[in-house]
Each structure stands twice: as structure tokens, then as C-alpha cells.
């Protein structure tokens, strides 16, 4: 037994068996040994006398160093040391004189039974005065386990002694940021230079200020003659003007505009525009543009008033047949199919994985914590006073053990067991699930845990004695003082204390052999479940674990004690549960549509009074603007239904709310211009209709083409839930804008023939009073243009205005790098979902991480060969750097590396497996035909196997023959008392193998380790990222160097395909916002008529939004991941409705100064947008919805994308424009000319005609 252990490590073997040899063998042993007491003759002892026990004399220093020798040696089919299972009953307690003891035990010891004939008491003698008479120590000459026994042998390897481990290279050195004080460098000076700036800007406004005041009352009067000189010149009047000081608002009233003073007014900008000999041909390009724009969208608005039934109908028709693709939509609910990408390197090596060694096991899972119950404590045997967690009392033992019956004994709805579906590692000789649960120790039997074992001693050997005994050693076949039950499972193989139990670790502990396992507070229950590719085994699998959550609820509810806390899953929990999300929150996402509808149905309408109430109402408006919403969406759907893109079920319930709250300010703009520019005494209603959308048709463009863009490039994410809501969303925004634009159009072209024929919304035969009542500009807009506008631009203001801006900024700026990137998995799941339960139980009480499996490809690497297997394995003569001692290596900084443990090593104990073999005991066996026999079998009717070896570098190898002959028997082999070294339960799946004429060919194998505990996102993807460089390091070592050989080795666990993304996510956030950023500005660009300093001032506001959604989402911890990406490239999008309307306005205003400029954008634009605001305020009602995503990444991050960008558009922005506005180059430019009008055609062609032959004069 002693050489199948630790035979791997020449050195210690023999510095180990030197103690029994010497005692049986050496002729002088007498001076060491003394015989204690005999057995007399008997018909037991078949009439001889026998040894009861001996006192052997051992040096200290032997004993010492024949530990220090094995203690390091690896047990790789258990990941634990190979002295923990001699070392009984202490195991990872082990220590130079307990091993020397378990050593001394004999199988009759009362106390812990070994595998001594007799008892052999060792004596560690110190110092030499303490010698007995006549009694010389024995104490041989021990050879360091870094040194080979004899020049025909190894050293033992670095994984079996850490004195053969090279002196590993420095660890990168964790980067210290640059500090200036203690804080960030770079944070101090982007602060320092705000101070700097915001201190000299305040002062030289204010000192301007100050000056301009103390001129101005030097010229008394001046004001109002300056006033009246520019009316009476009918320049630059208007009732936007202010006076000279820039800060009370005229008296004027807005009127209708007659068209004797249009066509002064048009003479006059088009004189201007003749004789403004600056004029860049940019601009004089851009004119054209954007008069041919209007006049398109004029032309088009005209067209839609005029046939608005046939532009409904058509509008209609064609969204409800692209709406039939609905019929061959497909829904994916499969989290992997959602969050990882097909051809990212995650998916791709899972999928290679899942091909080559079966996918990763189903797992069902229940943590049970104690609830109110303290930690006990008693006398053990030793007379120690230990203490045990909570969850050792038995009668919460027995309470877990009864729900374990349960789950074993349920069944699914069609008929599925356990037993059918669930993971058997050491069939066929143990037909049993391979179930986890720390009553596995008493083999799931309620009757062992009451055995009570009345030592000699006097000491009762009971129920936390076993467990205690099981803890550290969980391979031990046989407690003796426990009526001979042993530890293992009833599966037959072992119960790892970390797997089972848990909340025994302090804070950033990691796992390891000598953790105090008796503090646990949670038992962990798990079963593996096989996990299929196929679908016809999964729908069992589901069927039983569909049961599995049904008793699980039930016993939570009803059955479980009160001293008891529960967290439990299956492995279809997640799906589920996603898939209870999407329609847990319908109503409140309804409640949202419906509070939306009804602002937008009142605010639409222009009460004048209550009698006129129902003529005045837009109630029709409204319900067709949500209509409209619904084509979009549902059109959207339907096209991509056709195209075979995917959808998911999130795509259903927010993008429709998207589409409503992003198009609504279109809507706004359209219907509140009409109502603040009657129509003229010339103008039909169409040609009325047609001049509006020509005023606004180009501004709804603009946002509409920067939102689209914005949401196609979203679609650049690999991720398959983005890339579908990017591609769903883009298309419905570009649908909506076009359905906006016609049936929108002719549906408000409609109502308002019914409001001029004074018939009733909704009831449109019944007629409204005749009572004729002014109509006014809302009490918004007076609002704006009375106390909003000169309030925010009034010269005290402003200074404050760009210093509060400029600070926010600034703090935003701060936080950004300190954003948490990932989604922790609890909040993809409802808040009232048992996985919160089952996530807090994980993160607090699991011991140990999920499996890592560092996977060899198949590349022709020939794993049969010795100078290969040279580079694989960890036992005596394998290279210093091999696979195996790169993982053990990496093991030993767990801090550093997320592996929490050596790896399993199917390679080394195929070498003890063949080389462990005596005539009757042994590893290896062959029946009379040479067929395979189990090592725990009966050997008596087989012989032992022949293995040939050819000898490397003083270490024997396999040869080809013994390798092709023997391999498949070890992996067929189950690990019993006489061999613990069948390979099995360990690796029958762990080699991928084929015969290829008559020779074992190993196409790809893993080596199986664990991560450590991680608790958060970032612990998961850092850990990803740690093993990967394991694994590149691993790849160049088996290039021989060359990390771009063909051989590769990579690593997989279960979460990877879910963190990946988050390795990259700041370049993919940086990217994004980059390329839909310069979409956006493209955009501006072309539709504010190539006006480059307007497109600048947008892009820079936006800028200033993002930034500061970023730092608003550090304050409300909203973590950066993709859902965010996809919402921060949205926000770009969306900024552009707070920015582009007011721009466009201040552009095209005739008003003389950039102060008068922008408080008539302000008034005439910011009402608008602010109702548009006010609609999307509704987003309010997802606060309350059940699921977590909605919570955060909707509601948090939609409000502040409302709120961050109306503070900018609507106070930022007109204050900057008012500082830093583009110039008006010619006021003809963006002047909207009916084309069909009968008092403006002349100028129209002579306008036409000037920009067309400046514009040819440029391009020339």
C-alpha cells in the first residue's frame, strides 16, 4: 500500500520502508527493538506463541526527516497528499510522530486500528541522555527527497518534494497606480485643473460683468432709443429680443405673419446671404442641402395631408406583412445561447469540451445553513476540548438525511428517477449516484449515526468522532472504533470534506487540507446529473429535475425547520426562472405603457376651455402615436422572423417602451409647431401641413437616423442578447421614424380637419360649440419664455451655470475608472426567486470553487511517446516544467493564480497502476485469456500482468506494447483496498483514445483542479484570466518554446462562456462609444447642413452626458457589462434628442446676438423636448418591477439618461450656446420657403437660384 502512495517519489519510499526493513531484516535490531508483550500458545494462535506489540527506539531525527521527505507527495486521483491516508486517524493533522504512530497501529488497536501486525509503540528520543540502557536509536541515513536514491533512480519531482522545485521567476509585480498625496494622479490633476478653470472663468465673467454694469449706467436712455431705432428699422424685432443688458424680455406678442412682411423678411436674409462675402463654401453647400431637405420633407407633408387615408392604409399594409414573419420567430432561452457567442474563444473550447469528453454534469444543489443555533462544544478522546459548527447536532443531521431520502426517492412527471439520469463514476461494480452530502459518511444510513462505541478507555467513540475521522480521511474504507463503517460514500468512492461542507473558511481563506472543518455552518447536498447534447436525454434530465424543484418548494414552505436556512437550484433554475422574469413584470411594464399613453394623449391637446374640452381633446392622436409604436415593434419582429435572427423574451417588453419614449418627442415637436405656427391667410391645410413637417421633418430626422445608427452599431456585439436587441431596436426606431412621417402625419393631417370642423375626439359625429376661443401657446411654453429662459441665461446665472457643469463633470471623471465591471448572477434573477436564496448561500458558504480543466488538444502531440509524456507528467523524472508541475506550481499562489489545488494526473497513476503488482495484491490483473480483471475482484482467478518497461534517464517507462495493452484496462479500473489507483471514477473520461492499427492513439485528455472560492464577478473573470495564463505558459512549453506552436492547451470551466466578455469590456465600452459617437456626429454633420461648429457644440454636450451617465452610474453601482454597453450606446443615441433640436433652433434663428439666439431656442425648442421628458418619466413604474434587470439597467439607467440629458439640453446647453454659439452666417440658409406657396415662388426661384450658382462657384 505504501509504495502504491508514495512509490511516485523514490526517495521517500525509501526513506519510509527503511523502518520496516530494518526491523525485520537487520541482524542487529535488538539494540532498537524490545519485545513487549507475547500472546501465548492457544488454538487462536494455532499453538504458537505470538508478539502482542514492541517498543521500537527511533531517533528523532529519522523521524523528522523521513516526514519532511513524504509529506509533499501527491495522491493525484484525490488532489491530496498521499501521507493523509496513512496518516489515520489525524490525516491532514498529520505530523512526523502521528504518521510514525499510524505506522504502530495494529489491526486489533482499541483505540484506532491500523494495518501493523502487532503493535509497534516508537519511542522519539531527543537527546542522548535520555537513551535507555543498552538501547542504541535507530537512526539510518536519509537521502533529501531532492536527491536520487542511487544513480539508477530519480529525485523525486518538484510536485513531490518542494525542494526539487526550481526558484520560480518574480510574479509580476501588481502595478501601483501613480498618487499624488494618496490620491490618484491622475484625479488630482483633472480636479486641479477644473479649480483652475472654473476659478478664472468665474472671475473674469463677474469682473466683466461688473464693468459692463458701470458703462452701461453711464448711458442713460440708450436702451430704449436703441429699441425703438431697431423697430422702426424692422430689423431684428422680435418677441424673443432682449435689451441691450441681455436679461428682461420684451412685451411682444407672437402673431401671424402676413405675407407682405415674409417676403421683406425673406428679402432681407436673402440680401444678407448675397452680400456675406465670408461665407465658406461649406456653408454655402450645406445650404443647399438643407433647403432641398425641407423642401422634401415639405413636398412630402403636403402629399401626406392630401391623401392621408391612402398613405394609412398603405403604411398599415405593409407593417402588417412584414408583422406575418412573427410566425417563424424563434425565442432563445437558453442562457449560453444568450450571453456567449458562438465564435468567441469561451464558446468555441466549451464546445470542444462538450465533443470530445461530454459536457459538464447537470448540477442540483442544496446548501442548508443553521439558523439561531450555536456552535457546541465537548471532551474527545484525547481529552481535548473541541468545538463543532451547528450543523453537526444530529437532530440536523437526521433532518438533511431525511431530505435526501426524499430526493433520491422522487420522481419526475414522466416517470424519470435519479437513478436514470444521474452521474455513476464507479459503475458497474457500484450501480449508485455519486450523490455529495456529508451523510455520506455514515452511507446514507439514519441507523449509523446513532452507533456508540464504548472504548477501553472508557471514552464513548460516537456519531462527531466518525465524522471528525471521516473529515481527514475521506478515503478511509474502515473506522475501526466505528464498528468498522468506513468513509466511503455509498457510491463507493469519497466524500471531500470542502465539497460538503461549508462556512468553515475566514474571511479570504483558501481551501486547503488543514481548514478547521468541524467550524461549518452548511452542509452542501449535490447531485451530478450526465448532461447530454441531445435533446431526447435532456427532457429527461429536466422532467426529474422539474420534480426536484417542486419538493424543494414544498419542503421550504411546509416541512423545513425553523432552525434552518435553505439556498437550492438546478441546473434549469436559470432558464426557468428568466423565463417566470419576462412575464412576473408584464403588468407593471403595462402600468408604464399606460401612464405614458395617457401624458401623452393630454399633453397633446390645447384646452381652451371646458366646453371646447372634447374638441380640443388629442386623445385619437395619441392612441394613434402608440399604435404606431406597436407597427414598429411588431414590424420589427416580424422582419427579423423572416430573416431568421433570433429574438429573446426581454426584446418583447422593453424595446416597445424604447421605441415609445425615444419617438414621443418627435411627436411633441410636430403637433406643438403646428399649434404655435397657424396657418397663414394664403395657405391650404395641406400646404399648412407640409410647412410644419418642413420645419421639423428635418430635426426628427436628425434624431431619429443618430438613434438608428446608434442601435445598428450596438449590433457590432458578438453577444448574442445584444447584438438581437441592438438589430430589433435599430430597425423599430427606423421604422417608427417612417411611419411618423407618413401615417403619423396622415392621422394628424385627419384630426385636424376634425378640430377645424369643431367635431368631438373619439365621437366624431358629435359636434362642439361654435363659440369661437383664442387659441394660446400653452402654459409651458409661457413658462419658458416668462421665467424659465431668463432665469437660466440671466447674466448672474450663467458664470454659475458652466462652473456647476464643469464640476459635475469633473467628479464624474473621477469615478469612472472606478466603475465595477461584470453582473453578479443574482441580479439576473427576480427578486422574489428562490436563486437569491440559493446565490447568497454560494457566495457565503461554498469552501471551494467549480472544476478547471486544462485541456491538451488534439494536435498529433503523441502522448504514448516518453519525451512527451516527459512534458505531461509529475511523478520522478518528468521535466522540471511539465503540465502537471506547472499546475502544482501555479496551486502554491492561489492568491495569484484562482487554483485552489494540484491537478489530477491520469498519466502518473497509470505508472503506479502498473507498477504497483505483487502476486495476489496489486493493480493489475489479466484472466487465462488475457482479458481485463478488476484489482478488486478475485484474484485468485487471475494473474498478475506482464508490463514491459524501457529505462530513461534512470526511470522506467512503458513501452508502446504495454501502453496499447494495458492503458484501457487501467481506465476500466475501479480504486478499491488493494489498489487505490484505478482510474475510473477519475479519468474514464478524461482521455479522449482510439485504437488506430493495433496502437493507442490519445487524441486529447485533461487535467482536472479547482478555482478557488469566487464570490464576485470580478473574482470569476479574473480568475478566467489567471488561467489562461497558465495555460498560454503550458502551450509554449509543449512548442518547445514557441507560443504559437502547434500543440495548444486551454482551459475550460462552466462560467466562462457567461465572464468572458467582461475581459474586454472597457475596450468594447471605449469602441462603441467612439464608433457611434462619430455616427452620430456624421449625422449632425450632414442634417444641420454641414454646419460644423453646431455639430462640434452637440458632439461636445453629448460627450458631457455620457461622462456623466458614467459617474451617476458609479453613485447608484450600476456595473458595467453588456446590457449597460448596450444602454451607454443607446444614451448617445438619445442625447441627440436633447441637443439636436435646440441646436438646430439657435442655427436658424434671425435674432441678432448669441444671447437673443438662445433664449429663442430655449423657449421655442425646450418646452417641446421638456414634454418629452416628462412622458419618459413614466420609466418611474419600473422601479417596482420584481426583476433586477429591469430595476437597475432600465429604470436607473433610463432615468438618468432622462434626467442627465434634460439638465444638459435644457440648462447646459443654452448657457453654452449663449457663450460659445455658432456665428449666423446667412439667414436665408435655414429659412423655410412653402414651395408651393403663391406669395413666395418668386423668391423662391431667385433664392434657389443664387445658392445653386454660389454653390457651383465652390465646387469650381
Given at each position: 500500500m505504501a509504495e502504491a502512495l508514495v512509490g511516485r517519489c523514490p526517495t521517500c519510499f525509501r526513506n519510509m520502508r527503511l523502518n520496516w526493513c530494518y526491523m525485520t531484516c537487520d541482524p542487529e535490531?535488538?539494540?532498537?527493538?524490545?519485545?513487549?508483550?507475547?500472546?501465548?500458545?492457544?488454538?487462536?494462535?494455532?499453538?504458537?506463541?505470538?508478539?502482542?506489540?514492541?517498543?521500537?527506539?527511533?531517533?528523532?531525527?529519522?523521524?523528522?526527516?523521513?516526514?519532511?521527505?513524504?509529506?509533499?507527495?501527491?495522491?493525484?486521483s484525490t488532489n491530496s497528499k498521499a501521507v493523509y491516508m496513512m496518516c489515520t486517524p489525524w490525516a491532514s493533522l498529520c505530523n512526523p510522530y502521528r504518521l510514525m504512530n499510524a505506522f504502530g497501529m495494529s489491526v486489533d488497536n482499541p483505540v484506532t486500528p491500523g494495518f501493523a501486525p502487532f503493535d509497534?509503540?516508537?519511542h522519539y528520543i531527543t537527546v542522548a541522555v535520555d537513551v535507555p540502557k543498552n538501547i542504541t536509536l535507530f537512526n539510518p541515513k536519509l537521502i533529501p527527497c531532492s536527491q536520487a536514491v542511487s544513480e539508477s533512480s530519480s529525485a523525486c519531482s518538484c510536485v513531490d518534494c518542494e525542494l526539487s522545485c526550481p526558484v520560480p521567476p518574480p510574479l509580476p509585480s501588481v502595478s501601483i497606480p501613480w498618487t499624488i498625496g494618496g490620491y490618484s494622479a491622475v484625479n488630482f490633476l483633472v480636479v486641479l485643473i477644473s479649480i483652475c478653470f472654473c476659478t478664472a472663468f468665474t472671475v473674469v465673467s463677474y469682473y466683466l460683468l461688473c464693468t459692463r454694469n458701470k458703462d452701461v449706467s453711464r448711458r442713460s436712455g440708450t436702451p430704449l432709443r436703441d429699441s425703438v431705432g431697431r423697430r422702426l428699422a424692422g430689423v431684428g424685432t422680435s418677441h424673443f429680443g432682449l435689451t441691450d443688458d441681455e436679461s428682461k424680455p420684451l412685451n411682444g406678442q407672437a402673431g401671424v405673419i402676413e405675407p407682405r412682411e415674409m417676403i421683406n423678411h425673406v428679402l432681407a436674409a436673402q440680401l444678407n446671404f448675397n452680400n456675406d462675402d465670408e461665407m465658406h463654401c461649406r456653408d454655402k453647400l450645406g445650404s443647399v442641402f438643407e433647403r432641398r431637405l425641407q423642401s422634401a420633407f415639405g413636398k412630402w407633408g403636403q402629399v401626406c395631408a392630401r391623401h392621408a387615408l391612402l398613405v394609412l392604409f398603405t403604411g398599415v399594409l405593409l407593417s402588417l406583412a412584414l408583422s406575418c414573419g412573427v410566425a417563424h420567430l424563434k425565442v432563445i432561452v437558453d442562457p449560453v445561447e444568450l450571453w456567449a457567442s458562438p465564435q468567441s474563444r469561451s464558446r468555441l473550447e466549451k464546445d470542444y469540451f462538450d465533443k470530445n469528453f461530454s459536457p459538464f454534469f447537470r448540477t442540483e444543489q442544496v446548501i442548508i445553513s443553521a439558523k439561531d443555533l450555536k456552535p457546541f462544544n465537548r471532551t474527545t478522546v484525547d481529552g481535548e476540548v473541541k468545538w463543532y459548527g451547528p450543523v453537526f447536532r444530529k437532530e440536523f443531521l437526521l433532518e438533511v438525511l431525511h431530505l435526501q431520502k426524499k430526493i433520491e426517492q422522487s420522481t419526475g412527471n414522466n416517470g424519470t428517477r435519479i437513478e436514470d439520469i444521474c452521474f455513476k463514476p464507479m459503475a458497474p461494480d457500484f450501480d449508485i449516484c455519486a450523490v455529495q452530502s456529508a451523510l455520506g459518511w455514515f452511507q446514507g444510513n439514519e441507523e449509523f449515526l446513532d452507533i456508540k462505541n464504548n472504548l477501553t478507555t472508557g471514552y464513548v467513540y460516537d456519531y462527531l468522532d466518525h465524522i471528525e475521522y471521516c473529515a481527514s480521511n475521506p478515503t478511509s474504507p474502515s473506522d475501526g472504533n466505528y464498528e468498522s463503517v468506513g468513509c466511503m460514500a455509498e457510491y463507493g468512492g469519497p466524500v471531500f470534506p470542502y465539497v460538503v461542507l461549508g462556512g468553515f473558511l475566514e474571511k479570504d481563506e483558501i481551501t486547503s487540507d488543514g481548514a478547521n472543518f468541524l467550524n461549518a455552518t452548511a452542509l452542501v447536498l449535490t447531485v451530478p446529473v450526465n448532461n447530454y447534447q441531445n435533446d431526447e436525454h435532456l427532457s429527461r434530465s429536466k422532467d426529474w429535475e422539474e420534480k426536484f424543484l417542486e419538493l424543494m418548494a414544498n419542503w421550504t414552505a411546509n416541512d423545513k425547520p425553523e432552525y434552518m436556512q435553505v439556498g437550492y437550484a438546478a441546473e434549469r433554475s436559470i432558464e426557468d426562472e428568466l423565463d417566470r422574469q419576462s412575464q412576473s413584470d408584464i403588468f407593471t411594464i403595462l402600468v408604464s405603457y399606460f401612464i405614458m399613453f395617457a401624458y401623452i394623449a393630454f399633453a397633446l391637446g390645447q384646452f381652451r376651455s371646458v366646453t371646447t374640452a372634447m374638441v380640443d381633446s388629442k386623445l385619437t392622436l395619441g392612441i394613434g402615436g402608440i399604435l404606431i409604436v406597436v407597427l414598429s415593434v411588431i414590424t420589427s419582429i416580424g422582419f427579423y422572423g423572416f430573416i431568421g435572427v433570433p429574438s429573446t423574451l426581454i426584446i418583447m417588453e422593453v424595446i416597445p417602451f424604447l421605441v415609445l419614449a425615444v419617438g414621443v418627442d418627435n411627436i411633441f415637436i410636430l403637433v406643438q409647431t403646428h399649434q404655435r405656427e397657424p396657418r397663414r391667410s394664403t395657405e391650404t391645410h395641406e400646404q399648412h401641413i407640409g410647412r410644419i413637417l418642413g420645419e421639423v421633418g428635418p430635426t426628427m430626422l436628425l434624431s431619429s437616423i443618430s438613434q438608428t445608427c446608434c442601435f445598428f452599431l450596438g449590433a457590432l456585439s458578438d453577444m448574442p442578447a445584444v447584438r438581437a436587441f441592438a438589430l430589433y431596436a435599430g430597425f423599430a426606431m427606423f421604422f417608427n421614424f417612417c411611419l411618423q412621417i407618413t401615417c403619423f402625419v396622415a392621422i394628424f393631417s385627419l384630426d385636424i380637419k376634425r378640430e377645424e370642423g369643431n367635431r368631438w375626439d373619439i365621437l366624431c359625429c358629435v359636434r362642439g360649440s361654435k363659440k369661437d376661443y383664442p387659441k394660446d401657446e400653452g402654459t409651458l411654453y409661457k413658462v419658458f419664455d416668462l421665467i424659465y429662459a431668463p432665469l437660466v441665461l440671466n447674466k448672474w446665472i450663467r458664470p454659475l451655470v458652466i462652473v456647476g457643469f464643469i464640476a459635475w463633470l469633473t467628479t464624474s471623471i473621477c469615478v469612472v475608472s472606478q466603475i465595477d465591471v461584470g453582473l453578479d448572477q443574482e441580479i439576473s434573477m427576480p427578486l422574489d426567486s428562490y436563486m437569491q436564496d440559493y446565490f447568497k448561500a454560494l457566495s457565503?458558504?461554498?469552501?471551494?470553487?467549480?472544476?478547471?480543466?486544462?485541456?491538451?488538444?488534439?494536435?498529433?502531440?503523441?502522448?504514448?511517446?516518453?519525451?512527451?509524456?516527459?512534458?505531461?507528467?509529475?511523478?520522478?523524472?518528468?521535466?522540471?516544467d511539465s503540465v502537471v508541475t506547472q499546475l502544482y506550481l501555479s496551486a502554491k499562489i492561489a492568491n495569484r493564480t484562482y487554483i485552489a489545488a494540484p491537478s489530477g494526473s491520469w498519466l502518473d497513476d497509470f505508472y503506479d497502476w502498473l507498477s504497483f503488482s505483487d502476486e495476489y495484491t496489486g493493480c493489475c490483473f489479466v484472466d487465462s485469456e488475457g482479458n481485463f480483471c478488476p484489482s478488486s475482484g478475485d484474484q485468485y482467478s487471475c494473474f498478475k500482468c506482464e508490463p514491459t518497461f524501457t529505462t530513461i534517464d534512470n526511470k522506467q517507462w512503458p513501452t508502446q506494447e504495454t501502453f496499447d495493452k494495458y492503458f484501457e484496462f487501467y481506465l476500466n479500473d475501479n480504486p478499491?483496498?488493494?489498489?487505490?489507483?484505478?482510474?475510473?471514477?477519475?479519468?474514464?473520461?478524461?482521455?479522449?483514445?482510439?485504437?488506430?492499427?493495433?496502437?493507442?492513439?490519445i487524441r486529447s485528455s485533461y487535467f482536472q483542479t479547482y478555482h478557488s472560492v469566487m464570490r464576485t464577478s470580478a473574482d470569476y473573470y479574473n480568475g478566467m484570466a489567471a488561467a489562461r495564463i497558465v495555460a498560454e505558459n503550458i502551450t509554449t512549453m509543449l512548442n518547445g518554446g514557441d507560443p504559437n506552436g502547434p500543440h495548444e492547451v486551454f482551459p475550460y470551466s462552466v462560467f466562462y462562456v457567461f465572464y468572458e466578455q467582461y475581459l474586454t469590456m472597457w475596450e468594447d465600452v471605449i469602441t462603441s462609444l467612439l464608433l457611434s459617437g462619430s455616427a452620430v456626429f456624421i449625422a449632425v454633420l450632414l442634417l444641420l447642413g454641414l454646419d460644423l461648429y453646431s455639430s462640434m457644440v452637440t458632439m461636445l454636450v453629448i460627450s458631457m452626458i455620457i461622462i456623466n451617465l458614467l459617474g451617476a452610474m458609479y453613485w447608484w453601482d450600476i456595473s458595467l457589462n453588456a446590457v449597460s454597453l448596450v444602454n451607454l450606446v443607446m444614451a448617445v443615441g438619445i442625447s441627440v434628442e436633447f441637443c439636436a433640436h435646440i441646436v438646430r433652433a439657435f442655427a436658424v434663428s434671425t435674432e441678432d446676438t448669441r444671447m437673443t439666439r438662445a433664449k429663442e431656442s430655449l423657449v421655442k425648442m425646450g418646452s417641446s423636448v421638456l414634454c418629452g421628458v416628462l412622458s419618459d418619466l413614466s420609466i418611474v413604474v419600473l422601479a417596482f418591477a420584481k426583476s433586477q434587470i429591469f430595476q437597475i439597467f432600465y429604470f436607473r439607467m433610463f432615468l438618468l439618461i432622462v434626467l442627465i440629458g434634460a439638465a444638459h439640453g435644457l440648462i447646459f446647453l443654452p448657457v453654452l450656446l449663449s457663450y460659445l454659439g455658432p456665428k449666423k452666417v446667412a439667414t436665408s440658409r435655414h429659412t423655410y420657403i412653402n414651395p408651393t406657396s403663391s406669395s413666395s415662388v418668386g423668391m423662391s426661384k431667385i433664392s434657389t437660384a443664387t445658392s445653386l450658382s454660389r454653390s457651383t462657384q465652390c465646387l469650381a
Open positions: 535490531h535488538s539494540t532498537y527493538l524490545v519485545q513487549g508483550e507475547l500472546v501465548p500458545p492457544s488454538e487462536e494462535t494455532n499453538n504458537k506463541t505470538l508478539v502482542k506489540n514492541i517498543d521500537y527506539y527511533v531517533s528523532d531525527e529519522y523521524v523528522v526527516g523521513m516526514y519532511e521527505s513524504c509529506k509533499d507527495v501527491i495522491n493525484p509497534i509503540r516508537y457565503t458558504y461554498l469552501a471551494v470553487g467549480a472544476p478547471v480543466y486544462f485541456v491538451v488538444k488534439d494536435s498529433g502531440l503523441n502522448m504514448t511517446a516518453v519525451d512527451v509524456q516527459r512534458r505531461i507528467c509529475g511523478s520522478a523524472g518528468c521535466d522540471i478499491g483496498m488493494t489498489c487505490p489507483k484505478g482510474g475510473h471514477p477519475s479519468y474514464g473520461t478524461a482521455v479522449q483514445r482510439e485504437m488506430y492499427e493495433n496502437q493507442t492513439v
